[in-house]
């Protein structure tokens, strides 16, 4: 399984931890039993001795993984973390033999305790951060397992392996439904806020995709499975939400670089401040002390933690709402953005056309105009003849007789022994249809943006059908609040002026760039970014070189597809209400990074002159340090408190 | 050009990712990389040719432990 390494990470720092301490309690106790209770457990004599034995496991068995690489690392000169724990605590045990000879302090029991809570640090922060990839986990978790498959006519209950595109599977209300396909029978709503952050069920019917991982409510649905395995929606998620993890935010570029060079110079800085306490004090005791604090108290750990976690808990929080953030530079630039572009067609309003209005010649005739237009269009695959088709939503259709497609003006055909004909005005036109009637109508839809059809019968105007590609429900308020926030707005599109700027005002968007080619888009993008920094909004397919150009790309995913190449953020629902929420979740982030390196930058700057100047006894240089990778991890999951 | 996953164990922290991000870049044929302390995963973009082992080794080199390749 998938997140087992994470999981065998935990036991093993776990099993370590038990150890660990049942070794090191008895070493405390032999040390300060005397000190603090006047009993010696152990003659004076034989201190030292049992020292190292009891802590020999404790370093050099329990605690190898961290020696091996660090010492690894001096032989690499590749340092890191377990460099300056290996070597603060093998120069602590080192001083048990010393003793000995009376040459300095016995730090062989100290050295016990710094692994031992070292360990005791990593155990916590591995559990942390844990919890900070929850939301990830559960993306992880969220597949079915099982599917029940018709193998002739059997239903088979069938591991989710097995099941193979082409298969039809059966989904019962309240289960989940097993992997991407089409709806080949049966009716239902399905749950999909898992997967794309929608919270309104979506129905579907025969022909409807459906997502897996998905949950049926209340239908049997046949499926008919068309994406298995690594394919499938959910998987394209997890593996975009895993790849981002990995992405780099510029902010932590700086954080990186002194990371990188962090070590070596605590390494160097220990070795000096040993040197500097000798000469000043001749205290080869109190210099080794102080010098093994300035080792194990430098952490470079909560640096280099600070910005990944941080992503994490906040990509795990996105994915949760379907906004799957795929370059960590993202987040930094979006506080940045002062343009927002959106694309009008599938990303302001749905895509398709739907009907409008239904005007009618005679009064209170409109159903019958639908009816009549309905039966013909019925027959033609026009997206305009499916949206009145869809609009009627008739149970059955008079029988239409010689019809025939009229390429680019309409349709004909007879119905009741009349003569129908439906089409745009050069149809009407060329057919001597006086459309003088209704000429005020037309002029009052095709202002509004809209398209109309002409509906004549016997060769006389009955009516006019006005079709538009209409807004989403949310766009309006979306861009509304983003305009409150001080966005300027800006809707682009391949549209005539008149239509676009009809869109624009329904909306209240602050600026229209119309007559746009697809492939021109990505220029305007370019000229608009004069003005400052700019996001653009629009779908992955057509839209990509145009996201790429902008500073923040964000691709809106269809529902059933996302386009994965494109775009620095994915909205998986499609709806227009992840692009607020994306810039919320964004600089909520960016803030709780920014915060994080603060306190990892503070925490070294006082804590390594503390050590320096000897303030800090070794054991309780060891608990700052693991408080401090601690505490990053802990103030990255605070992160939740945000409501996005 | 492909795209491989990697899972790898036994990163405690981020300078870790960045030292297997570094020897993974050496393998020649690698183009793009990107590893994750959080998620234990590694992103590798290379050319066809680059084997499994080859990255295998190149992580072992940093001094970790591939448990996961697709």
Not at chain 1, 529 to 540: E, L, P
Not at chain 1, 558 to 572: C, F, K, N, S, Y
Not at chain 2, 49 to 57: A, D, F, G, Q
């Amino acid at each position: 399984m998938e997140e087992s390494v994470e999981a065998r990470e935990i036991r093993g720092w776990k099993l370590k931890l038990v150890w660990a301490w049942v070794l090191t309690i008895p070493i405390m106790l032999i040390m300060y039993s005397g000190m603090v209770f006047g009993i010696e457990i152990v003659p004076m004599k034989y201190m030292p001795i049992s020292l190292l034995i009891l802590g020999f496991p404790v370093i050099f068995i329990i605690g190898w993984g961290t020696i091996k690489a660090g010492t690894r690392g001096f032989f690499k000169l590749r340092f890191s973390m377990d460099s300056l724990i290996s070597m603060g605590t093998i120069v602590a045990y080192a001083t048990g033999f010393l003793a000995f000879f009376e040459l300095t302090q016995d730090y062989s029991g100290v050295s016990s305790m710094i692994m031992t809570i070292f360990i005791t640090g990593k155990f916590i922060e591995s559990k942390a951060r844990g919890q900070a990839s929850k939301e990830i986990k559960k993306l992880l978790e969220l597949g079915a397992k099982k599917a029940v498959v018709l193998r002739g006519k059997k239903e088979v209950e069938v591991p989710i392996e097995e099941v193979g595109v082409g298969d039809i599977f059966i989904v019962k209300p309240g289960e989940k439904i097993p992997t991407d396909g089409v709806v080949t029978r049966g009716e239902s709503t399905v749950d999909e806020s898992m997967v794309t952050g929608e919270s309104l069920p979506v129905d579907k019917t025969v022909k409807s995709h459906v997502i897996g991982a998905t949950i049926n409510q209340d239908g049997v649905l046949y499926v008919k499975a068309s994406k298995v395995g690594d394919d499938t929606f959910l998987a394209h998620i997890i593996e975009l939400v895993e790849e981002a993890q990995g992405t780099k935010i510029p902010i932590q570029k700086f954080a990186d670089s002194v990371t990188n060079v962090f070590v070596p110079i605590i390494l160097t800085v220990a070795v000096l401040t040993f040197i500097g306490w000798i000469a000043a004090t001749g205290d080869w005791s109190r210099s080794i002390g102080v010098g093994i604090s300035v080792l194990v108290i430098a952490c470079p750990c909560a640096l280099g933690l600070a910005t990944p976690i941080a992503l994490m808990v906040g990509s795990g929080m996105g994915a949760k709402k379907g906004i799957l953030i795929r370059k960590g530079e993202a987040i930094q630039t979006m506080k940045e953005i002062k343009i927002i572009v959106f694309d009008k067609t599938g990303t302001i309003t749905k895509g398709k056309p739907e009907v409008t209005d239904v005007y009618s010649v005679l009064k209170k005739n409109e159903a019958s105009v639908i009816e009549k237009t309905a039966a013909l269009e019925k027959l033609s695959e026009h997206p305009i003849g499916k949206a009145i088709v869809e609009y009627g939503n008739l149970s059955k259709f008079k029988n239409v007789t010689k019809f025939k497609i009229l390429r680019g003006r309409g349709v004909e055909g007879v119905l009741d022994k009349k003569k129908m004909l439906i089409g745009n005005t050069a149809l009407m036109k060329e057919r001597n249809v006086d459309i003088s009637k209704i000429k005020e109508v037309l002029e009052e839809y095709e202002t509004g943006g809209k398209t109309t059809m002409i509906v004549a019968e016997g060769g006389k105007v009955i009516g006019v059908i006005a079709v538009a590609d209409t807004v989403k429900e949310e766009s309006k308020k979306v861009i509304h609040y983003l305009r409150r926030q001080g966005f300027r707005t800006v809707m682009i599109t391949g549209d005539n002026e008149r239509t676009a700027k009809a869109i624009a005002k329904q909306v209240g968007i602050d600026e229209v760039i119309a007559n746009v080619l697809p492939e021109d888009k990505s220029n305007k993008v370019k000229e608009l970014q004069k003005r400052g920094m700019v996001a653009f909004v629009g779908d992955g397919i057509n839209d990509a070189p145009a996201l790429k150009q902008a500073n923040v790309g964000i691709a809106m995913g269809t529902g059933t597809d996302i386009a994965i190449e494109a775009g620095d953020i994915v909205l998986a629902s499609g709806s227009l209400r992840g692009v607020p929420q994306a810039i919320v979740l964004s600089k909520a982030t960016f803030g709780k990074i920014k915060q994080n390196l603060f306190w990892a930058f503070a925490y070294n700057v006082v804590a390594i002159p503390l050590a320096i100047a000897g303030f800090l006894h070794p054991v309780i240089a060891e608990i700052a340090m693991a408080l401090s990778s601690i505490t990053v991890v802990t103030n990255a999951n605070l992160l939740r408190r945000k409501r996005i | 050009m492909k795209k491989i996953k990697l899972t790898i164990e036994g990163m405690h922290c981020a300078a870790c990712a960045g030292i297997a991000e570094k020897e993974l870049r050496k393998v020649p044929g690698v183009k793009e990389v990107s590893v994750s302390v959080t998620t234990n995963k590694g992103f590798v973009y290379a050319e066809d040719s680059v084997s499994e082992e080859s990255l295998k080794k190149a992580v072992a080199e940093a001094g970790y432990k591939v448990v996961g390749v697709k």
